[in-house]
């Protein structure tokens, strides 16, 4: 049972402030910012190796090196902080290099401290990626829902910031930090905000609703859903497809499409249209099967009936008289990320065959309807319903300088230094 694809983060190599920028005043300021990216370096590697207790580790060794970066920023650009050498760091791409295990992506250097920050926030929102499923699975308290769906949106708010702000990374900037590399990240984690509230929808141990949301409601949340999904499908650059992400995006919008029928199945059943809801259970495990609408309604009659691991509870008089099952779909499980996506897809489809083989008994023994074409039903799907919407733009945390008031500071040092030449000298000021 996943939430998110697992995208990998990054490792970076040494780097020190302190040997390319010389200050009397504030050298605590760069020794302290050497400190806190190291950490960050260590906790990457261990990240890297499985070698940590929590993701929160990583998170918060990136937030607590971020300021120091974008001050440093600050103060090179204001020419408050002079360079005696240029910035030079290397990190190893997550998203566009090599996806085999075996081969380990060479480092890319960019001269400036704008790829140093792009890298450190684009880490810090792959982190937070990964700390919200890891709240998920690991979880039991209710509380998970809100946490696990906050990493996700400060995520999301961190990339659109990244794809709407591009730092200066001068003319070929590295692909991982293009926004059409960005821009169908961000989609995915739309669609997983609402996968979320599927979930949640799902009884289970941990669940103290004590009434499901409506069906209406719930198939235009899974629309929106896989609205967002077959975007990013869509808009995936070559160098960001992959078979595990396309795999896993196309498990994940399969799934939201079977939901929608579902729910539409036990919307049109409390309505009376026991036809419909038939059409609907066969368009959903056509979904999930990948055959043609025919072949499944030839083979319905030979159902094979197994107590489900999931149930979706509905208002309907057909589905109320099925075992609740277990909580497999609300409940984070251990496994991988794909086998969680499958996990889902396998409860699902036992529950669409007991729901099927009741509404059609329903239909023989009381309403006798014409069960429409599978291709029918569809024309008349509602409009998604965005129910998570992104937060608002991620803004870059205070200065831990007033550099303001240090200019009298500098003035004096400047005239006492010899500046050394590097690429792209003048752009900061």
């Known amino acids: 049972m996943s939430v998110i694809f697992p995208f990998p983060l990054p490792t970076t190599g040494a780097f020190s402030f302190c040997n390319c920028i010389s200050s009397t005043e504030h050298y605590q300021l760069l020794a302290d910012a050497d400190v806190h990216r190291a950490r960050v370096r260590d906790v990457l590697k261990r990240a890297k190796r499985r070698n940590i207790q929590d993701m929160l580790e990583v998170v918060k060794a990136i937030e607590d090196y971020i300021p120091y970066a974008f001050t440093i920023k600050t103060g090179l650009e204001t020419g408050d902080l002079l360079l005696d050498a240029e910035i030079v760091t290397s990190w190893r791409l997550p998203l566009t290099g090599s996806h085999k295990h075996l081969v380990e992506n060479q480092r890319v250097q960019v001269p400036t401290i704008y790829f140093e920050i792009s890298m450190a926030l684009l880490t810090y929102a792959l982190s937070l990626l990964s700390l919200g499923e890891e709240t998920y699975q690991v979880s039991n308290s209710e509380e998970k829902w809100k946490q696990a769906t906050a990493h996700l949106l400060s995520a999301q708010a961190l990339l659109i910031y990244l794809s709407t702000h591009p730092l200066q990374l001068g003319s070929t900037p590295p692909l991982d930090l293009y926004p059409?590399?960005?821009?169908?990240?961000?989609?995915?984690?739309?669609?997983?905000?609402?996968?979320?509230?599927?979930?949640?929808?799902?009884?289970?141990?941990?669940?103290?609703?004590?009434?499901?949301?409506?069906?209406?409601?719930?198939?235009?949340?899974?629309?929106?859903?896989?609205?967002?999904?077959?975007?990013?499908?869509?808009?995936?650059?070559?160098?960001?497809?992959?078979?595990?992400?396309?795999?896993?995006?196309?498990?994940?919008?399969?799934?939201?499409?079977?939901?929608?029928?579902?729910?539409?199945?036990?919307e049109r059943e409390s309505k009376g249209d026991v036809g419909s809801a038939i059409a609907f259970c066969v368009a959903a495990r056509t979904e999930l099967k990948g055959g043609s609408a025919a072949e499944i309604l030839k083979s319905s009659s030979k159902l094979l009936h197994k107590k489900p691991n999931i149930s979706f509870s509905s208002s309907s008089s057909a589905s109320s008289s099925r075992s609740s099952g277990g909580g497999g779909g609300g409940g984070g499980g251990g496994g991988k990320q794909k086998d969680g996506i499958q996990d889902n897809i396998r409860a699902l489809r036992s529950e669409l065959d007991e729901l099927e083989n009741n509404y059609r008994t329903q239909n023989d023994r009381l309403t006798f309807q014409k069960i429409p074409d599978a291709r029918e039903i569809k024309r008349n799907w509602p409009s998604g319903r965005e129910v998570v919407a992104p937060r608002s733009e991620w803004v870059p945390p205070k200065s831990l300088v007033d550099w303001d008031s240090a200019g009298d500071v500098v003035e004096a040092e400047r005239r006492d230094r010899v500046q050394v030449g590097y690429s792209g000298q003048g752009q900061y000021y």
């Open 180 to 266: 059409s590399t960005l821009t169908p990240m961000i989609n995915v984690i739309s669609g997983s905000l609402h996968l979320l509230v599927i979930y949640k929808s799902l009884p289970s141990a941990t669940s103290s609703a004590s009434k499901p949301p409506p069906a209406s409601l719930m198939s235009r949340i899974s629309i929106y859903a896989l609205e967002q999904y077959s975007a990013a499908l869509s808009l995936l650059p070559t160098s960001l497809r992959n078979d595990e992400l396309q795999d896993w995006v196309r498990d994940a919008k399969s799934y939201v499409s079977a939901v929608v029928q579902r729910y539409m199945a036990v």
